[in-house]
């Protein structure tokens, strides 16, 4: 695999590979990799000819220091794991070239950000904007590869692409679960074994709401077990949200199709998404 620092270099590189005809599949990570990302590496290699991955903890996204100092870095291992997954480049941007000058353009998403992560993190889905739209920019890929757990993320990235018009597909694909149905995450790299017994209990509160909408039990009855559910828990409810999975405005009749159901919740101080669609 071919390690690319500079944007010029990776340009260059990207412009052969595409007068060979070749076709390029993107994953935009942070890094500290999993088998989720790796999931997205296999999908990129089924269906491009090659396939580059690119790492940036993007300050931009942060709405914390504290949380962006904390993000997990593990280099070596990301290297590793992305050369037995046949990735075929890293990008590995430097910041002073990403963000050489103060950016002034920023983005709004309107009701896509009105809830949830957008409402939380102020300024997190303008700093996924932007840096989504310079990788899309430099790189160029045919396909570029987002997962499911960062649901609205990748309803915010289908958008942009949309408005921008860029040329490139987005493929979302399926979260990963542990065998304890925790959603793999990088930030799960922070908890410990006994931590994440008790972070495993999100999935089970997205299947008990599941449960209960599929047996059409009213919206306030179904939000009172759930926030039982987290009092029974060691888990610090941020938000649990059942929206429509198009529009992610709030739905409250529970006899209908296209619900996704988000929740946000800190285990200590580590800040932990997953996300149920029915
Ligand atoms: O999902 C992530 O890891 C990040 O938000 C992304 C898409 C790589 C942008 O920094």
Do not use: W
């Not at 959603?183 to 008790?198: C, G, V």
């Not at 198009?246 to 998404?273: K, Q």
């Amino acid at each position: 695999m071919k390690v690319i620092k500079s944007i010029v270099e990776i340009r260059n590189k990207v412009n052969t590979l595409k007068s060979n005809g070749e076709t390029i599949g993107l994953i935009p990570t942070m890094g500290a990799l999993h088998e989720g990302h790796l999931s997205l590496v296999k999908k990129s290699t089924e269906i491009n000819n090659i396939t580059i991955c690119s790492i940036y903890v993007n300050p931009a996204q942060f709405n914390k220091k504290e949380d962006f100092n904390n993000y997990p870095i593990t280099i070596e291992q990301d290297i590793e794991f992305l050369t037995n997954a046949n990735c075929d480049i890293l990008f590995i941007p430097k910041s002073e070239e990403i963000y050489s000058s103060k950016p002034v353009l920023s983005f709004a998403f309107g009701s896509l950000e009105s809830r949830m992560e957008g409402m939380h993190r102020t300024g997190h889905f303008n700093g996924v904007g932007l840096i989504v739209s310079k990788l899309l920019n430099i790189i160029q890929p045919q396909t570029a590869f987002f997962g499911q757990k960062d649901f609205q993320q990748v309803a915010i990235v289908k958008q942009l692409v949309k408005d921008l018009s860029f040329a490139t597909k987005i493929h979302s694909c399926p979260t990963l679960r542990e065998e304890s149905g925790l959603a793999m995450s990088s930030r799960n790299k922070r908890l410990s074994n006994s931590e994440k017994t008790e972070a495993a209990k999100i999935y089970d509160s997205l299947l008990l709401a599941k449960k209960l909408i599929n047996n059409t039990i009213p919206f306030d009855k179904i939000m009172s077990q759930i926030k039982q559910f987290y009092a029974n828990s060691l888990l610090e409810l941020e938000y649990f949200e059942i929206v429509d999975s198009n529009s992610l405005e709030p739905v409250r009749d529970m006899n209908r199709d296209n619900i996704v159901i988000c929740v946000a919740a800190f285990l200590g101080n580590v800040r932990l998404i997953d996300n149920v669609v029915l």
